[in-house]
């Protein structure tokens, strides 16, 4: 038995590389991507993700929304987005694959907190609302829309603390293009997208959208259920002026959907919905910046700057723990403007994996250097989805550093490190001077959900059903680290 596990250790972790640095633990997802793994970064003591995304050259415009976001998480550097971390080495630059991209690792999501949190204060309502749209601050400075932003793409921990993933469909508006700029692709679930968008995949937009976005999730978290839950498109435009009211015909003039800007004209008139009314218990002051996210007309929705200004986050908002991202410049995304081949894109992957292994920058000769990591991993990732994560946690052969390749992570200089963990620690601090108490994690019921970025993205069905997500608890998985007291387990640690 020994010898067999001594055995399956030598065929997972080669002696050489970044596996040496890893400890994986189980399988905590899979998915048509891949799989996902959690881990223990024996450099540092973390706990982290490891994803595998396999067969990325498949079909071009996956791998291009791969490379969009592996760049814009290396750009976005700020303690309310999820950080990559890590992304291994492949053993040769022209003929990969799979990529491996280490997370920082977050029990959850905020869709489940809301489910599982029926008793959130008032205090917790405005410290979500505050680090999204610091958040959205910085990803706006840096001419960068999200345009998929629900609660299932916020991370969470159990101390309150969120990070906003999935920048799939994320794009770039540059300073050479309008205001509003054309995209032709999916944007958005229907329950949080902007009325403007309503119907329509050919749309004219601006950041507006994200706020709308915001101004769902936040709702969302007040009500304990979306709130804008629509079957259709129709249903969607009804839910929405059911509250809101008639829009006028110049906000109407903006839907650039022809059928939903006819349905919109010829339908009777509403009277909006008190906010009161609708959000009974809800502070006043948060309901008034609700309605400025929830404006019908998108130019009537303050930026997230002025959102971040407003008398609600008085007491909280500090402009110096509130930092705007330099523009990203059109070179990073030349690739967006022209027809590019499979070769051009794995070079460009590639390209962003060496930003990692900065040592490397300047060869292409990596197999020589050393035995990839990559290959172990396959086999130890295979060994763990054939046994469906049940075998014992896998323990690497243990190596003096000194004798490993010095693995080191490049940071982006538009936010150093030193700010990013100033900032995150003021938010910390500001929980726990609030006395705002931790939060019930119940871990993610879909598996290979627990980071989301580098899916593969299609046009995901959309749940029909309504629902209360307070008392909606479907089919949960629990991950190990998460076994023992599964109702009632309150995390405390430091993020």
């Given at each position: 038995?020994?010898?067999?596990?001594?055995?399956?250790?030598?065929?997972?972790?080669?002696?050489?590389?970044?596996?040496?640095?890893?400890?994986?633990?189980?399988?905590?997802?899979?998915?048509?991507?891949?799989?996902?793994?959690?881990?223990?970064?024996?450099?540092?003591?973390?706990?982290?993700?490891?994803?595998?995304?396999?067969?990325?050259?498949?079909?071009?415009?996956?791998?291009?929304?791969?490379?969009?976001?592996?760049?814009?998480?290396?750009?976005?550097?700020?303690?309310?987005?999820?950080?990559?971390?890590?992304?291994?080495?492949?053993?040769?630059?022209?003929?990969?694959?799979?990529?491996?991209?280490?997370?920082?690792?977050?029990?959850?999501?905020?869709?489940?907190?809301?489910?599982?949190?029926?008793?959130?204060?008032?205090?917790?309502?405005?410290?979500?609302?505050?680090?999204?749209?610091?958040?959205?601050?910085?990803?706006?400075?840096?001419?960068?829309?999200?345009?998929?932003?629900?609660?299932?793409?916020?991370?969470?921990?159990?101390?309150?603390?969120?990070?906003?993933?999935?920048?799939?469909?994320?794009?770039?508006?540059?300073?050479?293009?309008?205001?509003?700029?054309?995209?032709?692709?999916?944007?958005?679930?229907?329950?949080?997208?902007?009325?403007?968008?309503?119907?329509?995949?050919?749309?004219?937009?601006?950041?507006?959208?994200?706020?709308?976005?915001?101004?769902?999730?936040?709702?969302?978290?007040?009500?304990?259920?979306?709130?804008?839950?629509?079957?259709?498109?129709?249903?969607?435009?009804?839910?929405?002026?059911?509250?809101?009211?008639?829009p006028s015909l110049d906000a109407i003039s903006r839907v650039r959907n022809d059928k939903?800007?006819?349905?919109?004209?010829?339908?009777?008139?509403?009277?909006?919905?008190?906010?009161?009314?609708?959000?009974?218990?809800?502070?006043?002051?948060?309901?008034?910046?609700?309605?400025?996210?929830?404006?019908?007309?998108?130019?009537?929705?303050?930026?997230?700057?002025?959102?971040?200004?407003?008398?609600?986050?008085?007491?909280?908002?500090?402009?110096?723990?509130?930092?705007?991202?330099?523009?990203?410049?059109?070179?990073?995304?030349?690739?967006?403007?022209?027809?590019?081949?499979?070769?051009?894109?794995?070079?460009?992957?590639?390209?962003?994996?060496?930003?990692?292994?900065?040592?490397?920058?300047?060869?292409?000769?990596?197999?020589?250097?050393?035995?990839?990591?990559?290959?172990?991993?396959?086999?130890?990732?295979?060994?763990?989805?054939?046994?469906?994560?049940k075998s014992d946690p896998v323990v690497p052969l243990e190596r003096k550093?000194?004798?490993?390749?010095?693995?080191?992570?490049?940071?982006?200089?538009?936010?150093?490190?030193?700010?990013?963990?100033?900032?995150?620690?003021?938010?910390?601090?500001?929980?726990?001077?609030?006395?705002?108490?931790?939060?019930?994690?119940?871990?993610?019921?879909?598996?290979?959900?627990?980071?989301?970025?580098?899916?593969?993205?299609?046009?995901?069905?959309?749940?029909?059903?309504?629902?209360?997500?307070?008392?909606?608890?479907?089919?949960?998985?629990?991950?190990?680290?998460?076994?023992?007291?599964?109702?009632?387990?309150?995390?405390?640690?430091?993020?």
């Amino acid at each position: 038995m020994q010898k067999g596990k001594k055995s399956m250790e030598m065929d997972f972790f080669s002696e050489y590389g970044d596996a040496n640095r890893y400890k994986i633990q189980e399988v905590i997802g899979k998915g048509s991507y891949g799989v996902v793994c959690s881990a223990v970064d024996t450099h540092t003591g973390e706990s982290v993700a490891i994803k595998k995304v396999h067969g990325i050259f498949e079909h071009i415009s996956d791998a291009a929304r791969i490379l969009r976001e592996i760049k814009l998480l290396r750009l976005l550097r700020h303690p309310d987005i999820v950080e990559i971390k890590h992304i291994m080495l492949p053993p040769s630059s022209k003929d990969f694959k799979d990529i491996y991209v280490v997370f920082e690792l977050l029990e959850s999501d905020l869709h489940q907190v809301i489910r599982a949190n029926a008793d959130l204060t008032k205090e917790h309502y405005q410290f979500f609302l505050y680090q999204l749209l610091r958040a959205l601050k910085y990803i706006h400075t840096a001419n960068v829309y999200h345009r998929d932003l629900k609660p299932k793409n916020i991370l969470a921990n159990a101390n309150c603390k969120l990070k906003i993933c999935d920048f799939g469909l994320a794009r770039v508006a540059f300073s050479d293009t309008p205001t509003t700029v054309f995209w032709t692709d999916y944007v958005a679930t229907r329950w949080y997208r902007a009325p403007e968008l309503c119907g329509s995949f050919y749309s004219k937009y601006t950041p507006a959208i994200d706020i709308w976005s915001i101004g769902c999730i936040f709702a969302e978290v007040l009500i304990g259920k979306p709130l804008f839950p629509g079957k259709s498109v129709v249903h969607q435009l009804d839910l929405i002026t059911d509250l809101l009211g008639t829009p006028s015909l110049d906000a109407i003039s903006r839907v650039r959907n022809d059928k939903a800007r006819r349905y919109l004209t010829s339908m009777r008139k509403k009277q909006p919905v008190s906010f009161a009314q609708k959000f009974p218990n809800a502070d006043p002051l948060s309901l008034r910046l609700l309605e400025r996210l929830l404006a019908f007309d998108p130019k009537d929705r303050p930026t997230a700057e002025e959102a971040l200004a407003h008398p609600y986050f008085n007491g909280l908002a500090k402009i110096e723990r509130e930092p705007s991202c330099q523009p990203i410049t059109q070179m990073e995304f030349e690739f967006e403007k022209r027809r590019v081949t499979k070769g051009e894109i794995r070079d460009l992957i590639f390209h962003e994996i060496l930003e990692y292994h900065p040592q490397l920058n300047g060869t292409e000769k990596t197999n020589f250097l050393y035995p990839s990591a990559v290959d172990q991993f396959e086999k130890q990732f295979t060994h763990l989805e054939e046994t469906d994560g049940k075998s014992d946690p896998v323990v690497p052969l243990e190596r003096k550093h000194a004798s490993l390749p010095r693995s080191t992570t490049v940071h982006s200089n538009i936010v150093s490190s030193k700010n990013r963990q100033t900032t995150e620690e003021n938010s910390t601090s500001y929980a726990e001077s609030n006395n705002i108490r931790g939060l019930q994690i119940i871990p993610l019921d879909t598996p290979g959900k627990v980071v989301r970025p580098l899916v593969r993205f299609g046009h995901e069905s959309i749940v029909t059903d309504s629902y209360d997500s307070r008392t909606s608890m479907r089919g949960k998985t629990y991950p190990a680290m998460l076994n023992q007291n599964r109702n009632s387990i309150r995390f405390n640690h430091k993020y």
